[in-house]
């Protein structure tokens, strides 16, 4: 199957939550790091504002390619194909500490992995720290009552460096990010894998002291220059493009052109300050052109999984959002079938 799926990203793989996911439409998923069938036992992201600042971590285990085609035909077995999973990168890669060369070992063994399994795109991030503590939830301030998340960068703006972190400037960060991209995107060609990094979210330039490596549309731009390979591109992101104050109708093209979108997350936000302040709303309110993305991501032939990746929180629902996914994905359905051959 080719052109834009629909998707989601699994967080588990319950017989529940498979039929669900395929009920409401959803023909795509992103894979869960582990094989578990245990269904959620706490609310899930966007709606839990963690309280602490989120760090890369420690760098897991190698993926195995025969765990990783366990849990595609278990997602099958549903209808649902599965064509993308999250590639972990660890502390030690964005810091260039002590062990990374074995790190980075352990990156292109679970991209040859994903390859021998069959799926076909790895989404990863690139960063230390990412300023959680700076999101915070509207209770009520939605349509209907609905719950919103918004971020505030005054939130975080003053917090002080992590002492086993300290400063890091945005050029050391991207000697290290091209140190990556050097190795990670030539075991992706030979595997025929997309690598497909996403943009820093929330995008203020930096927390902590430490300076964020893609932060703007121009950083992403230096990313596929970097290392010019159909391996390696970004998640478009119209929703991210939009809190950075750039157009995301033309970032869809600019990158969609080049064949480097491997993925995308599709949300609207409305924005009271570029880069840090904005709420993230329902997909049929805010300030992002989502029906101008849609048409872009047809028009320059991507290919790949969609999914509405943030949600509002709505009344009476689950523990898992299932009221709130079943409206986002209904919303994309219809909004991709819509513009299905229409011009920009």
Partial sequence: MTGIRVGMRLGELSEGTLRFYRQIGVEAVELP???????PARPVAPLL????????GAQPPPYKAEDLRRMRERAEEFGLEAIQIML????SLSLGRPGREQDMESVCRSIEAAGKAGIGAMR??????????????????GRGGATLRAFDYDRVRDHPP??????????????????????????AEATGVRLAVHPS???????????????????????????DSPSNCIIGHPGVFTEMGEDPVAAIRYF???????????RSVSVQVPYEKYIETFHDEGDTDLVGAMRAFHEVGFSGLLEPDHTAGMSNDSVDHKLAWAQAVGYVLGLRNATAGASV
């Fill in 88 to 91: 972990p990168v660890g502390e």
């Fill in 49 to 56: 504002p963690p309280a602490e600042q989120q760090r890369a």
């Fill in 256 to 266: 969609g052109e080049r064949k480097r979108i491997g993925g995308v997350h599709f």
């Fill in 124 to 141: 990863y991030t690139f960063r230390s720290l990412r300023p959680n503590p700076g999101y915070y939830l509207q209770e009520g301030a």
């Fill in 162 to 187: 992590l002492d086993d972190i300290g400063r890091q400037t945005k050029e050391q960060m991207w000697e290290r990010l091209t140190w990556f991209l050097e190795r990670a995107v030539p075991a």
């Fill in 33 to 39: 790091q582990r094989y578990s069938t245990d269904p």
């Fill in 201 to 227: 979210d929330p995008p203020p330039p930096a927390y902590r002291g430490v300076e964020q490596p893609l932060a703007t549309l121009a950083d992403m731009k230096r990313l596929i220059e970097t290392v």
